[in-house]
C-alpha cells in the first residue's frame, strides 16, 4: 500500500528556534493535512492545503506556523519561533479527494521536541 | 461544533477474548463518516475501520465490527478473538460529509488505551 512519508522522525529544539517539519504525499493525491497530537492528548487539526492554498486552520495554527507545497512533491509545516507547548507529534496526512470513500492517509509522524 | 467521547481511558481484557469499545459524539450534521483509528506504541495512525452514516449496516473489517445507533449517536467498536497486536490506543473520529465532499478536518475523541493481556 501507498505510505506517506515523513522526516525527521524526530527533532529536538531549542525553543525561538525555526523547525521545518517534511512530509511527501503520495505522489497522485491532491489534498494534505497536517495533524499534531501532545503526548497524552487527541489528535488535533492544524491545518488543510488544497491546489496550492490553505483551504481551512485550526485556532492553533496561528502566524507561528505555515505550510508551503514547494516542488510538487514535498509538503512542509514551518513552525517559526518554537514554544516549549508547540512539543508534540505532528502527523502529515493526504488523500486523493474528497467526494467519495477514498481515506486520508497518515504519515508516521514526527515528534518534536521544544527544550 | 461537533464532538466525540469515549467515556473508557483505559482497558485490559485477556487474549482471544472480545471486547467493545464505547464511542458516542454530537452533531447536528445527517450526513457523516465515523471511523475508528488504531494507534499502537509506534504511534503511527492506522484505520481500523469506517462507517458512512446513510448506511445502516454496520461494518465490519475481519475481527473488528461496529455497532452505529445512529438516533443514539453511538458507536462502538467489538474486537473479536483479541490479539496481543491489538495492544493500542484507539480513537474514534468524526468527519462531516457535505454531500458533494468530505470535510477531512476529522474530529478525534480522547482515545482509549487497550492493553490485550497473554
Known amino acids: 500500500e501507498p505510505e506517506v512519508t515523513q522526516t525527521p522522525s524526530h527533532q529536538v529544539t531549542q525553543m525561538g528556534q525555526e523547525v521545518i517539519l517534511r512530509c511527501v504525499p503520495i505522489?497522485?493525491?491532491?489534498?494534505f493535512y497536517w495533524y499534531r497530537q501532545i503526548l497524552g492528548q487527541k489528535v488535533e487539526f492544524l491545518v488543510s492545503?488544497?491546489?496550492?492554498?490553505?483551504?481551512?486552520k485550526s485556532e492553533i495554527f496561528d502566524d507561528q506556523f505555515s505550510v508551503e507545497r514547494p516542488d510538487g512533491s514535498n509538503f512542509t509545516l514551518k513552525i517559526r519561533s518554537t514554544k516549549l507547548e508547540d512539543s508534540a507529534m505532528y502527523f502529515c496526512?493526504?488523500?486523493?479527494?474528497?467526494?467519495?470513500?477514498?481515506?486520508?492517509?497518515f504519515g508516521s509522524g514526527t515528534q518534536l521536541s521544544v527544550l | 461544533a461537533q464532538t466525540v467521547t469515549q467515556s473508557q481511558p483505559e482497558m485490559s481484557v485477556q487474549e482471544a477474548e472480545t471486547v467493545t469499545l464505547s464511542c458516542t459524539y454530537d452533531?447536528?450534521?445527517?450526513?457523516?463518516?465515523l471511523f475508528w483509528y488504531k494507534q499502537p506504541p509506534s504511534r503511527q495512525m492506522i484505520l481500523v475501520i469506517r462507517q458512512e452514516a446513510y448506511k445502516q449496516q454496520n461494518a465490519t473489517e475481519n475481527r473488528f465490527s461496529v455497532n452505529f445507533q445512529k438516533a443514539a449517536k453511538s458507536f462502538s467498536l467489538k474486537i473479536s478473538d483479541s490479539q496481543l497486536g491489538d495492544t493500542a490506543m484507539y480513537f474514534c473520529a468524526f468527519t462531516k460529509w457535505a454531500g458533494w465532499y468530505r470535510d477531512d478536518k476529522i474530529i478525534f475523541g480522547k482515545g482509549t488505551r487497550l492493553h490485550i493481556l497473554p
Open positions: 452533531t447536528s450534521e445527517n450526513n457523516y463518516y
Open positions: 505522489s497522485n493525491h491532491l489534498y
Open positions: 492545503f488544497y491546489n496550492n492554498e490553505i483551504s481551512e
Open positions: 496526512a493526504s488523500t486523493l479527494r474528497t467526494d467519495n470513500n477514498e481515506k486520508l492517509f
